[in-house]
T-cell receptor, first 112, second 114 residues
């Protein structure tokens, strides 16, 4: 079953614009991670935010976590064509286990 | 450090056959997890191995099995293949000690069952 649900399912923007993707989940988590996947290839880890953190930055990425609403958002600022990919949120819920539960992803298209 | 490697990258099998996929984790990582990705079901957790022991298992039939060797390399096996087993199979490694670390994914093995 899917723990996380991303919104929107697809997003099309122009280069230079910001892209915001949201993720909602159902149960308490240890951490939430965001991954990027290009054209059905392997997943690239973007950022991990722990359950006791509210915001985290990495380069052009900004992630927020609201555990009271069981939601997270990923903001990509000043997007580039190379950011075109599918973005997934994944939650880790079991302490001591390395198990991720993924949402279905947001497909981001950045046009030049 | 070298990343997670998976072999083979592509595989075509026919229904009823069995298949074995291999995953080599990042050096020093002791946890290997396997995931199946399909257009319909998305990314689903298969199982996780840590120090040669299956530590956690997803909701998949017994046709899906795995193992981990003493060097942390892992294999997964699917017996009696079905058309619905066509998918991208991804493995991920992490240190695995606390269960709270980043997981690093390999490029995947794309399996097509005809």
């Amino acid at each position: 079953s899917q723990q996380g649900e991303e919104d929107p399912q697809a997003l099309s923007i122009q280069e230079g614009e910001n892209a915001t993707m949201n993720c909602s989940y159902k149960t308490s988590i240890n951490n939430l991670q965001w991954y990027r996947q290009n054209s059905g290839r392997g997943l690239v880890h973007l950022i991990l935010i722990r359950s006791n953190e509210r915001e985290k930055h990495s380069g052009r990425l900004r992630v927020t976590l609201d555990t009271s609403k069981k939601s997270s958002s990923l903001l990509i600022t000043a997007s580039r064509a190379a950011d075109t990919a599918s973005y997934f949120c994944a939650t880790e819920v079991n302490s001591g286990y390395s198990t991720l539960t993924f949402g279905k992803g947001t497909m981001l298209l950045v046009s030049p | 450090k070298a990343g997670v490697t998976q072999t083979p990258r592509y595989l075509i099998k026919t229904r009823g056959q069995q298949v074995t996929l291999s995953c080599s984790p990042i050096s020093g990582h002791r946890s290997v997890s396997w995931y199946q990705q399909t257009p319909g079901q998305g990314l689903q957790f298969l199982f996780e191995y840590f120090s040669e022991t299956q530590r956690n298992k997803g909701n998949f039939p017994g046709r899906f099995s795995g193992r981990q060797f003493s060097n942390s390399r892992s294999e997964m096996n699917v017996s009696t293949l079905e058309l619905g087993d066509s998918a991208l199979y991804l493995c991920a490694s992490s240190p695995g000690v606390t269960g709270k670390e980043t997981q690093y994914f390999g490029p995947g093995t794309r399996l097509l069952v005809l």
